[in-house]
């Protein structure tokens, strides 16, 4: 606890900056996927209602689902348009730019839904939900590579788990709202739409006053000024030599470097495990089962035999479980490492889906079976939260050089919003056929990544991205001619002593 406070202290704009990115990231995405949950009854009525005034005669019932089906899916085909173009945003403008401006969409976005129901037009639900995708898209990537970036190597784990604390806590804020006592209701449900736009504001507002990266001013600008001056404001006064040395030693390979595209990096044979990892990491989140539990908890409840009044306070018990976890997470990733978090928590997760689909096959012989599936849950969730969540954001982070993350987290991104869509989309019919069954596709999933960390995956647990890189170079080259690196970087030494 007292090296906790010394680093409060010393480290304060850090953590005032890692707060400002996290309520404007993660934590407004969260926000937003916890409360179209409590909006569909009231959508759906406001668009039959729409649709007689309009036409004389109610919606067909197979067209109600199905706008209120893309009402639901177009944020992720808006959130896979955004994130294809943060690389380029990302390079062109820098990420404090792209933030500011993409909070200014959302904000937009969130007044065009808090309006429909006044104007009368479900249409703008649909827009305002698909730039709020968009606005997702962007800032996601971004979130998670600022936040890597501006931390001190003895900070960045916990740093990086902060956005899964962020998404936990909007989440947990959002299923708070939308409780009909306070924003679920029928007269207030445009309120809760728009509110997502106050996460927004508060970024736009607060974020001029930090500065951008420390490896971003240096490598990308040649601001040497910039820079010493942007961690003197993030990590204070104190000595920060090391930490410095690896921008340097970075900066020295990239000489003659620039930021790689998609294709260049997929091309590259030095970065090929580097990508199998994030592929791995990134479908497994989505095939997890936990996106499942998230969209689908309602029914994964009803299918437990709870009544249906019941569910919504429920569904905020595993939320705010969730919240727990993910600050335990932020407090042990620095003392187990990644691997661990990683490997362990996809068994254990495995495990849980193996027992939750016993419980619900025999949920129907023993009273008590209902509540053993709502406790193992929950237990999934929070599992999710201490381990996989924050530690694959750091490990995604930590494993590619600057010059190949902006691609690297295009690549990601993609793959997360068509898993968003693609689960989104075919788990009600994997449900239908299956019934309790179809946790067990992703519990072979979890097992198999788990064994894929295990054996392949180095730990990167308070090592220099140019160690993390010599770890990979193992598995890229094998027993070809390991790529030397370059030695040049005295030259650039000479400004950091004078921080």
């Given at each position: 606890?007292?090296?906790?406070?010394?680093?409060?202290?010393?480290?304060?704009?850090?953590?005032?900056?890692?707060?400002?990115?996290?309520?404007?990231?993660?934590?407004?995405?969260?926000?937003?996927?916890?409360?179209?949950?409590?909006?569909?009854?009231?959508?759906?009525?406001?668009?039959?209602?729409?649709?007689?005034?309009?036409?004389?005669?109610?919606?067909?019932?197979?067209?109600?689902?199905?706008?209120?089906s893309?009402?639901?899916?177009?944020?992720?085909?808006?959130?896979?348009?955004?994130?294809?173009?943060s690389?380029?945003?990302?390079?062109?403008?820098?990420?404090?730019k792209?933030?500011?401006?993409?909070?200014?969409?959302?904000?937009?976005?969130?007044?065009?839904?808090?309006?429909?129901?006044?104007?009368?037009?479900?249409?703008?639900?649909?827009?305002?939900?698909?730039?709020?995708?968009?606005?997702?898209?962007?800032?996601?990537?971004?979130?998670?590579?600022?936040?890597?970036?501006?931390?001190?190597r003895?900070l960045?784990?916990?740093?990086?788990?902060?956005?899964?604390?962020?998404?936990?806590?909007?989440?947990?804020?959002?299923?708070?709202?939308?409780?009909?006592?306070?924003?679920?209701?029928?007269?207030?449900?445009?309120?809760?739409?728009?509110?997502?736009?106050?996460?927004?504001?508060?970024?736009?507002?607060?974020?001029?006053?930090?500065?951008?990266?420390p490896?971003?001013?240096?490598?990308?600008?040649?601001?040497?000024?910039?820079?010493?001056?942007?961690?003197?404001?993030?990590?204070?006064?104190?000595?920060?030599?090391?930490?410095?040395?690896?921008?340097?030693?970075?900066?020295?390979?990239?000489?003659?470097?620039?930021?790689?595209?998609?294709?260049?990096?997929?091309?590259?044979?030095?970065?090929?495990?580097?990508?199998?990892?994030?592929?791995?990491?990134?479908?497994?989140?989505?095939?997890?089962?936990?996106?499942?539990?998230?969209?689908?908890?309602?029914?994964?409840?009803?299918?437990?035999?709870?009544?249906?009044?019941?569910?919504?306070?429920?569904?905020?018990?595993?939320?705010?479980?969730?919240?727990?976890?993910?600050?335990?997470?932020?407090?042990?990733?620095?003392?187990?490492?990644?691997?661990?978090?990683?490997?362990?928590?996809?068994?254990?997760?495995?495990?849980?889906?193996?027992?939750?689909?016993?419980?619900?096959?025999?949920?129907?012989?023993?009273?008590?079976?209902?509540?053993?599936?709502?406790?193992?849950?929950?237990l999934?969730?929070?599992?999710?939260?201490?381990?996989?969540?924050?530690?694959?954001?750091?490990?995604?982070?930590?494993?590619?050089?600057?010059?190949?993350r902006p691609p690297?987290?295009?690549?990601?991104?993609?793959?997360t919003?068509l898993?968003?869509?693609?689960?989104?989309?075919?788990f009600?019919?994997?449900?239908?056929?299956?019934?309790?069954?179809?946790?067990?596709?992703?519990?072979?999933?979890?097992?198999?990544?788990?064994?894929?960390?295990?054996?392949?995956?180095?730990?990167?647990?308070?090592?220099s991205?140019?160690?993390?890189?010599?770890?990979?170079?193992?598995?890229?080259?094998?027993?070809?001619?390991?790529?030397?690196?370059?030695?040049?970087?005295?030259?650039d030494?000479?400004?950091?002593?004078?921080?």
């Amino acid at each position: 606890m007292p090296g906790f406070l010394s680093n409060l202290v010393q480290y304060q704009g850090l953590f005032q900056m890692i707060t400002v990115l996290g309520i404007g990231g993660t934590f407004q995405i969260g926000f937003q996927i916890s409360t179209i949950t409590y909006m569909s009854q009231h959508v759906k009525a406001f668009i039959n209602e729409t649709w007689l005034e309009r036409y004389g005669y109610p919606i067909q019932q197979d067209n109600l689902l199905l706008l209120w089906s893309f009402t639901v899916s177009i944020f992720g085909i808006g959130g896979l348009l955004g994130s294809s173009g943060s690389r380029y945003l990302t390079v062109k403008f820098g990420k404090k730019k792209c933030l500011l401006c993409n909070n200014v969409l959302m904000i937009v976005a969130a007044s065009i839904m808090g309006c429909s129901k006044i104007s009368q037009s479900f249409e703008m639900i649909l827009i305002g939900r698909f730039m709020c995708g968009v606005s997702a898209g962007l800032c996601v990537p971004l979130h998670h590579q600022y936040v890597g970036e501006i931390s001190p190597r003895k900070l960045r784990g916990f740093a990086n788990s902060t956005s899964s604390f962020f998404w936990s806590f909007g989440k947990a804020i959002g299923q708070i709202s939308g409780q009909r006592e306070l924003l679920g209701s029928q007269s207030l449900w445009p309120v809760l739409m728009a509110s997502c736009g106050l996460p927004a504001l508060v970024q736009l507002v607060t974020l001029p006053f930090f500065p951008e990266s420390p490896p971003y001013l240096l490598m990308q600008k040649g601001d040497q000024e910039g820079c010493k001056k942007a961690i003197r404001q993030l990590w204070g006064e104190g000595q920060h030599q090391a930490e410095i040395d690896d921008i340097m030693k970075e900066k020295a390979t990239m000489k003659n470097t620039k930021i790689l595209s998609v294709l260049e990096l997929v091309k590259e044979p030095a970065f090929r495990w580097q990508l199998y990892m994030i592929v791995t990491l990134t479908a497994t989140i989505q095939l997890c089962g936990i996106n499942a539990i998230y969209f689908y908890t309602f029914e994964v409840l009803q299918a437990a035999g709870f009544d249906e009044k019941m569910v919504s306070y429920m569904t905020l018990s595993i939320g705010l479980s969730e919240l727990v976890a993910a600050v335990v997470c932020s407090s042990i990733i620095e003392r187990l490492g990644r691997k661990v978090l990683l490997r362990g928590g996809y068994w254990i997760m495995g495990s849980l889906l193996a027992a939750i689909t016993v419980t619900l096959s025999l949920q129907d012989w023993y009273f008590w079976m209902p509540y053993c599936s709502l406790a193992l849950i929950i237990l999934f969730t929070v599992v999710f939260a201490v381990g996989p969540s924050g530690a694959a954001v750091s490990t995604r982070v930590e494993i590619f050089k600057l010059s190949c993350r902006p691609p690297a987290f295009v690549i990601s991104a993609v793959l997360t919003w068509l898993g968003v869509f693609v689960i989104g989309t075919t788990f009600p019919f994997i449900v239908e056929r299956l019934k309790h069954f179809c946790f067990l596709i992703f519990m072979v999933v979890l097992f198999a990544s788990g064994m894929i960390i295990h054996l392949f995956l180095p730990e990167t647990k308070g090592k220099s991205i140019m160690e993390i890189t010599e770890e990979f170079n193992k598995l890229n080259f094998k027993n070809k001619h390991i790529p030397a690196t370059p030695k040049h970087v005295t030259e650039d030494y000479t400004f950091c002593t004078r921080l």
